[in-house]
């Protein structure tokens, strides 16, 4: 969405997604999930990591809070603004170990001087692409081999559930055979399936490992309304800690993953 040089797309939705979004019961879910499904495939710290679309940094920073080296690279200045501010509050130790690079992630190459990472990250970019290939392109060619690559997209086969509980049934009668869908903070977005994402990656050399389920009832209900969950401390006992837990375990098994709203894919460079 946007080259590095034209106007800012993102500009208007920078706070949406950060002040908002990612503030929300869903968005800590979202973060919370991805970051142990994540560690669960990564190589130990200071393993170098390369968040491609990472926005402010609220899923590799923490990466960075373990030890990992952390390139995050973002075409919008204004996310990466957003990403600076909050890499101000961070220690000494943590700023050292992370780099911000503003260009597109079909230019990561050149943007990080060929340099291979042990991890790349790739998550709910693809979504705002109509082809996805150039990306998936430049994600593989940035691994190692051996190194893991972790994308997040919108699923396509569950498109039809959002409408339907909100009784647009028309929209939902129309996303059964869709490819994609208004975003919630304005951008069309485009889907996916596992099945044929796993197979574009094969055939960029990266073999799937693992996928799950990211948001499936935290993304039906509106959570932040509900006085209970005023407390998204991620302490054990808190009602954000059990939201968490019950999402990660549904994100795992079979058939609730496969209903989440997006998935997560793992593959292996």
């Excluded at 990992?68 to 050292?96: F, G, I, K, N, Q």
């Excluded at 979504?127 to 972790?150: K, Q, V």
């Excluded at 509106?222 to 005023?230: F, K, N, R, Y």
């Amino acid at each position: 969405m946007g080259a590095v040089g034209d106007d800012d797309v993102w500009a208007a939705l920078a706070d949406p997604f950060v002040e908002g979004a990612y503030a929300t019961v869903k968005g800590r879910v979202r973060t919370y999930v991805l970051h142990r499904q994540l560690t669960a495939h990564l190589p130990p710290p200071p393993a170098t990591v390369l968040d491609v679309g990472g926005g402010a940094g609220h899923q590799s920073f923490p990466l960075a809070r373990l030890g990992y080296e952390v390139v995050l690279l973002d075409s919008s200045e204004t996310m990466l603004a957003a990403a600076r501010t909050r890499l101000a509050a961070e220690p000494d130790d943590v700023r050292a170990r992370v780099r911000l690079v503003h260009e597109r992630g079909e230019h990561a190459a050149a943007a990080t001087g060929g340099r291979r990472f042990d991890a790349v990250l790739c998550h709910g970019v693809l979504m705002y692409l109509d082809d996805p290939e150039p990306m998936l392109t430049a994600l593989s060619d940035r691994a190692a081999g051996g190194g893991i690559l972790s994308i997040l997209a919108l699923n396509a086969e569950t498109l039809a559930v959002r409408p339907a509980l909100e009784r647009r049934w028309a929209d939902a009668l129309t996303a059964f055979d869709a490819h994609g869908e208004p975003g919630v903070l304005g951008p069309h977005t485009r889907a996916d399936t596992v099945d044929d994402l796993s197979r574009r990656l094969a055939a960029h050399g990266a073999e799937p490992l693992a996928w799950y389920g990211v948001w499936l009832f935290s993304d039906w209900m509106s959570l932040d309304a509900d006085s209970d969950t005023d407390d998204t401390t991620d302490t054990a006992g808190s009602e954000f800690a059990r939201i968490a837990e019950v999402e990660r375990e549904a994100a795992e098994r079979d058939p609730y993953r496969r209903l989440s709203r997006v998935f997560h894919l793992v593959a292996r460079r």
